[in-house]
């Protein structure tokens, strides 16, 4: 049975029976959207190349949101716009979403607000502060990955204080520097990785506040 499946569409032809074969894979829990059409010698879709249509790439992610059983997607290199986002709200039990490249645009995430089972969030790189306003509402996340993302900055983690339940939070190689203040305020946050960051000695009060975290990486940061 079928239960894990790469698939894209990108710039060779692809008839619409091929599109319409990925919603016939009911038992799909796990899809990678990151390339051009080939297929294996089961006839299976499987990844060779990059997504540069917006429009195919939002109906990539239209038809991934029909698979009933999908928890986990990738999407990776691939144009996905906000509508193709959007199409993501009415995925029944996605909880693992992963983008990964430079889409999609800061304005996608509002839409994500809809996916109610989602629980980890991977962000792509071109997210800023603005992004997260929106991240600020997705109230069941229990992990956030914003490893990458150098325009996020200390100030964009205000918006992050409603995530109540998020229990991991990835600022790896972002812009946050020394005020973390923000972070007290999420009672369940019990790893917290700060790797390849500017975050110094004088955050270290900050840290030390955090009477939930148990695990915490500072690897390459500017702590002595």
Do not use: W
């Amino acid at each position: 049975m079928l239960t894990s499946l790469a698939m894209a569409i990108g710039s060779l032809v692809v008839h619409s029976g091929e599109l319409q074969m990925l919603t016939e894979a009911e038992s799909v829990e796990l899809l990678r959207l990151d390339g051009g059409v080939s297929r294996d010698d089961r006839g299976y879709l499987v990844h060779i190349g990059s997504v540069e249509d917006t429009t195919k790439a939002d109906e990539l992610c239209r038809l991934a949101a029909r698979l009933p059983s999908l928890h986990e997607l990738t999407v990776q290199a691939c144009a996905v716009s906000a509508e193709g986002v959007r199409a993501l709200a009415s995925a029944r039990n996605l909880e693992h979403l992963i983008f990964r490249g430079q889409n999609p645009p800061n304005d996608a995430y509002k839409e994500l607000k809809e996916v109610k089972s989602l629980r980890r969030l991977q962000c792509s790189l071109s997210i800023t502060n603005v992004g997260l306003t929106s991240i600020g509402e997705l109230n069941g996340l229990e992990e956030l990955h914003l490893s990458g993302a150098s325009s996020v900055t200390e100030e964009g983690l205000q918006h992050l204080v409603t995530l109540q339940n998020l229990t991991f939070l990835d600022l790896g190689m972002t812009g946050v520097k020394t005020d973390l203040s923000a972070l007290k305020k999420l009672p369940k946050l019990n790893k917290l990785d700060l790797m390849l960051t500017k975050v110094d000695d004088d955050a270290l009060k900050t840290i030390a506040g955090m009477k939930s975290l148990e695990t915490l990486y500072l690897s390459k940061s500017l702590i002595t």
